[in-house]
């Protein structure tokens, strides 16, 4: 049967693989050469894709781990989905699913693992944690914290999906990834994100002011702040994570450890900064809801920059949603995907100018 995101559990084979960002379709290739007949695509989030195929598991495993590969990096079968949401009662859904693959017997051993990709009120581990408490009485088998078992039940995250897979331990295959994206000698960025930002300054026509101050939201690792370093005066990079050293080596560029929510009682930087920009990793209503929060760190009418995130298949509700919400103190709100954001919408946009005098 094929689910509403394409993932078809009628093959005889479905497997998670990751590889580096930008090489999906190079890695989906490579691996349609060994699997002949097998069909993939790209995941929601980089460097994921799934595949597919009518070739029985064990013969799969075996011609991937005897390929010469170069963009394949984890390999795992995953057997059944189950739908995620907010509310922890979909723990019971996710154990009761692995339980049904059927591959765990009364006095088997087992380990949960949950990956998790997106914005969700609990962490991977309360995940893993009641998935394994409700296996145990369900399967009369024994779960344990140790690598040393009998079964590995991977709990993979995709916002509102959960991929389970059952494996021996020696069935997840790891292999070397051999390929990244290259670039000239001295033209390597710190990250990818620096041309999403370069490309959005370029695209809605940003120009900053001399002795421009900027206010650059989930900085870490630091690849945006080190190109708005360029072009202004001060750059604030507000990231409860460390950034590159590279990074915190530039004199122009401070560092605030700590969240972005934590801002909004800092009057020291209300109506400071020429310009706002965000490539947080969280859900686009949730981005949007603490640009409207954080409006009064700008200058009036200053423009901001967001990374609208797609946590989930429906693009479009999500950009909706955001400009919805970001219209509440934001002005000229203009959304356009960029070649280097190809799977994110960036929206640009101005401070809306307060009514009254001085800033809110």
């Not at 995709?158 to 295959?173: E, F, K």
């Not at 122009?252 to 700590?258: A, F, P, S, Y």
């Amino acid at each position: 049967m094929r689910r509403a995101d394409g993932l078809d559990f009628s093959a005889n084979t479905t497997l998670l693989v990751t590889t580096a960002a930008g090489l999906e379709g190079e890695a989906r290739r490579e691996l349609c050469r060994v699997l002949p007949g097998a069909h993939g695509r790209p995941l929601l989030m980089k460097g994921n894709i799934v595949v597919a195929t009518e070739l029985p598991e064990r013969e799969v495993l075996a011609r991937i781990a005897a390929a010469d590969t170069r963009c394949v990096a984890r390999v795992l079968p995953v057997q059944a989905q189950a739908p995620v949401g907010a509310d922890p009662a979909c723990f019971s859904g996710i154990a009761a699913a692995a339980a049904r693959v059927g591959r765990i017997r009364r006095g088997d051993t087992f380990v949960v693992r949950c990956h998790r990709r997106g914005d969700h009120p609990w962490a991977s581990r309360d995940l893993a944690r009641a998935a394994a408490l409700e296996l145990e009485p369900m399967l009369a088998a024994v779960g344990d914290y140790n690598a040393d078992v009998d079964w590995h039940v991977a709990v993979e995250v995709y916002q509102d999906t959960a991929y389970i897979g059952v494996n021996r331990p020696p069935d997840i295959l790891r292999k070397v990834l051999r390929k990244q994206r290259k670039y000239a000698p001295g033209e390597r960025p710190l990250n990818r994100a620096q041309w999403k930002i370069r490309e959005a300054l370029a695209a809605f026509d940003i120009c900053l002011p001399e002795r421009a101050r900027v206010i650059d939201l989930g900085s870490a690792p630091g690849g945006w702040a080190m190109v708005l370093a360029d072009i202004a005066d001060e750059v604030v990079a507000v990231d409860p994570a460390s950034l590159d050293a590279r990074v915190c080596s530039l004199p122009n560029v401070r560092h605030l450890q700590c969240r972005a929510e934590d801002l909004a009682q800092r009057a020291d930087l209300r109506g400071r900064f020429d310009l706002l920009t965000s490539d947080m990793n969280v859900a686009p209503a949730h981005a949007a809801g603490l640009l409207c929060d954080l409006a009064g760190l700008l200058k009036e009418e200053a423009p901001a920059i967001m990374t609208v995130k797609y946590m989930t298949p429906r693009r479009r509700r999500h950009e909706r949603e955001a400009r919805a919400i970001l219209s509440a103190r934001y002005e000229d709100i203009r959304m356009r995907r960029l070649p280097h954001n190809a799977r994110e919408t960036t929206a640009a946009m101005r401070r809306r100018a307060s009514k009254g005098a001085g800033p809110d």
